[in-house]
């Protein structure tokens, strides 16, 4: 498939600027130089590719959790956004194909009795999340006994386990397993409760954006362009999801 590049920046960037939602929420996938302040990752690294195969300059805005992202469609805030794919969400956006996907698992104390993230599904456990979080919304689904406990962001939301004594904190393996190895007395879980599957994401009505952002990212994946941004910013454990579509020409 070939695209017209006008019609696609007419409904990609009505504003003349590609306007990107960067959720700093999930750090595999953007992170913030805490001595430049510079957004970096590979969400980044695929909105400025993104912006550069069109020939318009891209504006980045920083969110601090993904409910927040999702929130700010409502307000018409930004044009793309990367964020996981979810069933609440894909009521108002248009998904691309995953490019990544990434373990969700749950934080415990050291001494807990839980060694299975199924074994935290039981009457009385309180189980702290990040709202709006894609594992906010598989656990809402999934959980039949246990509660959940919500934080304003994920790392707040390891704050309250800690604080609450609650039974777990759920969230994204690699930045759990972070905080497990600078912080005694706790671990985390060997297995996950999820796969989160992360994707392009563009207003729904966008439907010619829509098909342009999967052929875009077809090709970006193929050509190892996802896999050396991960690399690149320390973030290698992420899964690359190759796209079901064959590359087409952009």
Partial sequence: MTFDIAAVCGELAPSGELRVAINLGNPVLAQRDETTGNLGGVSVALANALAHELGIAAKLTPYDAAGKVFAALEDGLWDLAFLAIEPVRAEKIAFSSP??????TYLVRMDSP???AS??????HRISVGRG???????SRTLRHAQLVRGETSASAVDLFLEQGLEAAAGVRQPLERFASSTPGVRVLADNFTEIRQAIAVPKARK???????SFLSHFVRDGFVAQALVESGQSDA????PNLPTSPI
Avoid at 133 to 139: E, K
Avoid at 239 to 242: A, E
Wanted: no cysteine; proline share 0%.
């Fill in 208 to 214: 010619i954006a829509a098909k342009f952002i999967e």
């Fill in 114 to 116: 839980f060694h299975k």
């Fill in 99 to 104: 490019y990544v996907s990434i373990d969700g």
């Fill in 119 to 124: 074994d935290l599904d039981g009457q009385g």
């Fill in 133 to 139: 979080a894609a594992y906010d919304l598989y656990l």
């Fill in 239 to 242: 899964r690359v999801v190759l």
